[in-house]
């Protein structure tokens, strides 16, 4: 238990349907996460929101949208996916965006058929 | 660009000691980390590096020498639950982190 919750942990959707990945932290931290986890391929950082607040956008496709309505809850809302786009898509915090280590949480497993 | 490696796959034996390597080109540096992961869970944090020399914790050690751009993991005493994947992640100049693709260790019996 590392105290980072993602739900779904697993999610097969079509490449027309609209869904969504939820993350919640329960440290007090202030700096979330979305990250894309590929096989045999390094973290890719997608989004980091510190105080709800976006800090980071790696040139990821609109078809990714997050959301962090407060600074316990984060978001990520899929809609029109593309097969490439299947990954385990891993949510995480910290104390600070420079502070600390990451803690995970265990992911989301999507398929996108 | 910057740059992590490490190996891909290594196999040990129960009781062994396996020393796991990683090398970066980064933009700057603000410390290693190195989390373990085991299939389909989350990773977690074994360890953090700043300074030179050897951060030991139980069976595990890790060493940084930020003049050769290398660290490794070491691990003593091997377990059929260190099966994992250990992964390598630097802090850049702006406190990005750079992750490796990660290292499978594999423990036979």
């Known amino acids: 238990e590392t105290g980072v919750t993602q739900t779904p942990r697993h999610l097969v959707m079509g490449m027309t349907n609209k869904k969504s990945l939820k993350c919640e932290q329960h440290?007090?931290?202030?700096?979330m996460y979305w990250y894309k986890q590929s096989a045999k391929k390094p973290l890719e950082l997608m989004f980091v929101?510190?105080?709800?607040?976006?800090?980071e956008n790696n040139s990821v496709p609109s078809r990714f949208s997050p959301e962090c309505p407060n600074s316990s809850h984060l978001f990520l809302h899929l809609h029109t996916l593309q097969p490439e786009d299947s990954a385990l898509y891993l949510c995480a915090s910290s104390q600070g965006l420079d502070t600390g280590e990451l803690f995970f949480g265990e992911g989301s497993r999507l398929t996108v058929l | 660009g910057q740059n992590i490696d490490q190996p891909t796959e290594m196999t040990a034996t129960e009781g062994a000691i396996v020393q796991i390597n990683c090398t970066y080109q980064t933009s700057g540096f603000n410390g290693l980390f190195w989390y373990q992961q085991h299939a389909g869970e989350a990773p977690t944090f074994l360890s953090y590096?700043?300074l030179d020399g050897l951060e030991e914790k139980g069976r595990f050690s890790s060493f940084l020498s930020r003049s050769k751009g290398y660290s490794y993991l070491l691990l003593k005493e091997l377990q059929m639950k260190d099966s994992a994947s250990y992964l390598c992640?630097?802090?850049?100049?702006?406190?990005?982190?750079?992750w490796g693709a990660g290292t499978k260790l594999i423990i036979k019996p």
């Open positions: 929101y510190s105080l709800e607040e976006r800090v």
């Open positions: 440290l007090g931290h202030n700096a």
């Open positions: 590096n700043v």
């Open positions: 992640a630097v802090r850049d100049s702006n406190y990005q982190l750079i």
